[in-house]
């Protein structure tokens, strides 16, 4: 029945599920038990003597070599599933958490599974671990299980699916504490849900009943903030302060003062209404209020940093940053060269991330994004600690990335930096004062002047043996797509539903560095 529901309303609202369908074309079915059976007899046989081991480390080796064997798989199906399944099963239990999501992956890419299924047994029997990256990857991949449950309205699934996700971050106050707001949102969902439900039956038979079409687009974008869907429905209900908003985003140029016109509206709208209804307009402003940013100087950008702290100081910052987004650059050879987050010691205390510089590699190395800051972008980071923070050259060779950095001293205490570049121009302010930057030593000294307009990694340094705190880090790209279309692309949304959510599904973002727990 759910289901049927969210296939009707995709129609209805022209985001039709032609991409998921297609995405099965090509998939084979799932061998028959029996042929599982007794071609898993034949794999245990002619691994005997590997699966004999009973140790940790075996497993894994044996999760590794029958992924290897899988991928070579190509006349047997039967058996490559059999491959598929046991490596994610051994890998899962040895922690080997790449081997089975590889696995995992290529067995969802080629065979018809319940993928939900599937990805809930392998998380269910991987063990807590000691690594803060791993811990953190596993909760969130029981987050994404519960957004895409609470997406078809599997309301009952999704309960069960953050009870989980608490039980795994029982350890981690911050995370469970996600998980739980996870769960108190999923019931004011599911109960908001069963009083909508004739509106979704009207609606199936009369496309364009304007009640129907009022009472879901504020289902849709005030509970589920579904942003495009909602404010899709909106626009075609009755007259109103939503259906006004859904018009003006419709409608966006990317003018700031229209956009800023529609933050507003927003944050006015806010005022009238409370708890969850009002976090969701507080939310939607704050989209809107960032995008507005960019460009932005003077008292006028100081008016929309005051708003945007506001709201963020109502609605809670979950946690600065994600760590699958960060990356360690340590100088090597002459070349900054890129390594894994775990090269530096990792904690959690309270919201901010705690990052201890123990490479031993250099006396100082960068903690910086992974992804590259392309064209004009805003970011916004709060940092305690550190030596100097800016913004590096992508300028590669085969030996690593070049020593070119645009950056500014980093002083005592919290500090609040926002970064903007717009064209050629690239400016610093902590805590509200513009900063000057300046290009590091070595790069005045053997490279050309100063290029801000490079695309770059943001980066915070450390000194060997020093550490930082991180509670925030966000980076936003400007974009002139600010419309909706009627097949409801280009929204730019970049808000989801309660608790950590799934990276936020961003698209009008380049990254998003916080999780966001709503």
């Known amino acids: 029945m759910k289901h049927c529901i969210a296939l009707v309303l995709s129609c209805l609202v022209g985001c039709a599920l032609t991409l998921p369908l297609r995405a099965q074309e090509g998939k084979l079915p799932v061998p028959p038990p029996l042929e599982q059976?007794?071609?898993?007899?034949?794999v245990k046989q002619l691994f005997k003597s590997e699966y004999s081991k009973k140790t940790t480390v075996a497993r894994r080796d044996l999760g590794k070599v029958l992924l290897s064997k899988a991928k070579r798989e190509k006349a047997d199906m039967v058996a490559r599933y059999v491959l598929l399944s046991e490596a994610i099963n051994l890998s899962a239990r040895s922690a080997d958490l790449n081997n089975s999501m590889e696995a995992f992956k290529l067995m969802e890419n080629g065979y018809l599974i319940d993928s939900v299924k599937v990805k809930a047994g392998l998380l269910s029997a991987f063990p807590r671990t000691k690594s803060l990256i791993t811990e953190e990857t596993i909760f969130d991949e029981w987050m994404a299980l519960v957004d895409m449950a609470v997406r078809m309205d599997d309301y009952s699934t999704a309960d069960r699916f953050a009870g989980l996700a608490r039980k795994r971050a029982s350890r981690d106050k911050l995370l469970a504490g996600i998980a739980k707001d996870k769960a108190k949102y999923i019931n004011l969902l599911e109960k908001r849900f069963e009083e909508v439900k004739p509106s979704l039956e009207k609606l199936a038979g009369d496309p364009a009943n304007l009640e129907a079409n009022g009472i879901l687009g504020e289902f849709f974008s005030l509970y589920k903030r579904d942003w495009k869907t909602g404010i899709l429905l909106l626009s075609k209900g009755p007259d109103g302060d939503l259906k006004k908003l859904a018009d003006e985003e419709f409608k966006a140029s990317g003018v700031t003062l229209e956009l800023?016109?529609?933050?507003d509206g927003w944050w006015e709208m806010a005022q009238s209404h409370k708890t969850l209804l009002r976090k969701s307009c507080l939310m939607r402003a704050a989209h809107w209020y960032r995008k507005v940013l960019v460009g932005l100087e003077g008292l006028s950008q100081v008016r929309i940093e005051t708003k945007l702290s506001e709201i963020e100081k109502e609605i809670g910052i979950s946690r600065g940053v994600k760590l699958s987004e960060l990356q360690v650059f340590c100088y090597q050879s002459r070349r900054w060269k890129p390594h894994q987050i775990e090269k530096m010691t990792l904690a959690r205390r309270s919201e901010a991330l705690i990052v201890k510089n123990t490479t031993g590699i250099s006396s100082y190395a960068l903690l910086a994004s992974k992804r590259l800051v392309r064209g004009d972008f805003s970011a916004t980071?709060?940092?305690?600690?550190?030596?100097?923070?800016g913004i590096t050259a992508d300028d590669r060779d085969d030996d690593g990335l070049r020593s070119k950095r645009l950056e500014i001293e980093l002083k005592e205490g919290w500090?609040?930096?926002r970064v903007e570049r717009v064209g050629e121009?690239?400016?610093?302010?902590?805590?509200?004062?513009?900063v000057r930057w300046k290009a590091n030593s070595i790069y005045t000294q053997y490279y050309p002047p100063p290029k801000p307009e490079q695309t770059g990694y943001l980066f915070i340094s450390l000194t060997s043996g020093k550490q930082c705190s991180i509670q925030q880090l966000e980076l936003e790209t400007a974009t002139k797509e600010f419309g909706l279309t009627a097949g409801g692309s280009g929204s730019n949304d970049d808000e989801g539903g309660e608790g950590r959510g799934r990276g936020d599904d961003d698209r009008g973002r380049s990254s998003r560095g916080r999780g966001g727990r709503d």
């Open 425 to 434: 121009s690239l400016t610093f302010s902590v805590n509200g004062k513009p």
């Open 37 to 42: 059976e007794e071609t898993a007899k034949l």
């Open 260 to 263: 800023q016109g529609i933050a």
């Open 381 to 389: 980071v709060h940092v305690y600690g550190g030596r100097t923070m």
């Open 415 to 417: 500090q609040r930096i």
